[in-house]
């Protein structure tokens, strides 16, 4: 197993950074090639926004997979694609947001506001999307640096919030069939329990991810 | 609106679907090809409804026939908008039987022909609009609701009419799993069945109703939210009490009994005062009674339409 693993590192580490950049880079080029073909269906807008949706809740739960994946493997270098990761779920999600603004509200701002103080799953929604705001803002090496690694780890459990906020967001929208966003939602609950499971030792205690060279963000 | 007195609505057989794509550019040449007998006077009659007499809103264009046959709520056939024209592709609506109950003088099963067959056939462009704030404009054949409850024989102590969609998992999937507690039922006051506007649609689009709109036959309630049109109806009850129907029974404080389009009574999710028409890009405002008010708001008269929504 141990062996296994290791002889799996090294072409692991060459290859998830440009399978990551597909994961990103491909739906959304479909997505855009399905509008302007007009392949979306009868209403194009609706099509985008769940599609956008989805994207960042999966985008999301990948990067919260990144932790629980550094404990079970050891694999410190993992924690740069968490960060790539965490951005590319802020860049969805601002493209879910500009997808309401512009296309489905055009710009109508009272009715916006309206909206959002009103609605409650626009209100979450929203919430997920703010919260998400100074993570992207704090991403930077020179970030961490700045508000040290304790300061740093506390501002990122906001990511918590946020995906509560998303999947009750994606559970608000919904007319009756709650099967998908209760699917979301059950992922991240396993996520959530598998960093409680594998969460460190006490904090003095000798750390479960071995030091690596390129470590250079701590583990959240 | 689209139809100023219900009386004026041709009774006419169903008409082409090129002359409603065409019916513009038709409306031209239609008097010479008519005093030459080359046209029937159901389509001619067709486009005069069109043109104005009855009168379209200045918005209101036919919705592309393939946005309204692809783009459907029917959780019989899945709960995605796309699903029911793939799921209902081997659906066969023929031959059907619908079930005459309650109060009547004689209750029995009809078949579809017993039931809708040599009435007049209706051709009726009516606004669609979904209580998710969307909308189509339909053309529907079909016949008026009022004839057939005739031709059943209601006892005069009916209040109500209410209808029940085919239960059957085998040839309707999305009945496998309990989203909606099956099966599908739909309700209406006899005064709101009895209205001129109500339709029973056997066809759309000139065509007989597909089977992801509800073949083959389904309500057409134009004043009301697109759920009171219950679909593929194998059973009308008539009685004397508000009989329960689906959607209230899922989420009462959701979805109404009246269910009449309100831009001033708001989903408790989402706002009613704005529709975005199928195909258009910016939202338009929602109209009371979905602009049919001038025929159906008597019918409400002294209700508390925020009490009773």
Redesign the interface.
């Known amino acids: 197993m141990r062996s296994m693993l290791a002889r799996a590192e090294a072409p692991t580490r060459r290859l998830v950074r440009p399978a990551l950049w597909l994961l990103v880079i491909v739906p959304s080029i479909v997505l855009v090639a399905q509008l302007l073909l007009d392949q979306l269906g009868a209403e194009p807008i609706e099509a985008l926004q769940k599609a956008s949706g989805e994207w960042t809740l999966r985008l999301l739960a990948a990067s919260l997979a990144v932790t629980p994946l550094m404990r079970l493997t050891g694999w410190g270098w993992l924690v740069a694609q968490r960060r790539f990761l965490g951005l590319a779920t802020f860049f969805w999600a601002l493209g879910h947001l500009s997808v309401y603004i512009v296309l489905d509200q055009f710009f109508d701002w009272p009715e916006i506001v309206k909206d959002i103080l009103k609605h409650l799953y626009i209100t979450a929604g929203m919430l997920a999307f703010v919260l998400m705001i100074p993570l992207a803002l704090t991403s930077t090496k020179w970030s961490i640096k700045r508000l040290g690694g304790k300061r740093w780890n506390q501002l990122h459990r906001l990511v918590y919030v946020s995906a509560i906020a998303g999947c009750v967001h994606y559970l608000w929208a919904v007319k009756k069939d709650r099967e998908e966003p209760m699917l979301y939602a059950a992922v991240f609950v396993v996520l959530f329990a598998l960093r409680f499971i594998l969460r460190k030792p006490g904090p003095r205690s000798p750390r479960s991810v071995p030091p690596d060279a390129s470590v250079t963000l701590p583990a959240a | 609106m689209l139809i100023r007195r219900p009386d004026d609505i041709p009774s006419s057989d169903i008409t082409p679907e090129t002359v409603y794509q065409n019916r513009r550019a038709f409306v031209g040449t239609a008097g010479a090809l008519a005093l030459g007998g080359l046209i029937a006077p159901s389509a001619l009659q067709a486009m005069r409804f069109d043109r104005g007499t009855v009168g379209l809103q200045e918005n209101d264009k036919l919705t592309?026939e393939?946005?309204?046959t692809?783009?459907n709520n029917y959780?019989e056939f899945g709960?995605g908008?796309?699903e029911p024209k793939e799921q209902a592709k081997d659906f066969r609506p023929m031959p059907w039987t619908v079930n005459v109950e309650g109060l009547v003088k004689k209750p029995r099963p009809y078949s579809f022909d017993e039931l809708v067959g040599k009435l007049p056939v209706q051709d009726r462009v009516y606004r669609h609009r979904c209580v998710?704030a969307?909308s189509m404009v339909i053309p529907w054949q079909g016949v008026q609701l009022k004839d057939v409850i005739a031709r059943c024989e209601p006892l005069p102590s009916v209040k109500f009419v209410e209808f029940t969609t085919l239960y059957d998992p085998r040839r309707m999937p999305g009945q496998a799993?309990a989203?909606?507690p099956w099966p599908y039922k739909e309700a209406l006051r006899l005064d709101e069945a009895n209205n001129p506007l109500a339709l029973l649609a056997t066809g759309m689009y000139g065509k007989a109703l597909p089977n992801q709109n509800g073949a083959p036959l389904k309500l057409v309630v134009p004043w009301k939210y697109g759920f009171k049109g219950i679909k593929a109806i194998v059973k009308i009850k008539f009685t004397d009490k508000m009989p329960n129907t689906t959607w209230n029974d899922?989420?009462p404080s959701e979805y109404g009994f009246y269910a009449n389009v309100n831009p001033l009574v708001?989903h408790p999710?989402?706002?009613q005062a704005?529709e975005?028409r199928?195909?258009q890009?910016?939202?338009i405002p929602t109209l009371p009674f979905n602009g049919y008010a001038s025929q159906v708001a008597s019918l409400y008269s002294g209700m508390d339409l925020r009490k009773y929504y």
Do not use: C, Q
Request: zero cysteines.
């Open positions: 592309p393939d946005d309204a692809s783009y959780y709960t908008k796309d998710e969307w799993r989203v909606l899922a989420n708001d999710r989402w706002t704005k975005r199928i195909g890009f910016l939202k």
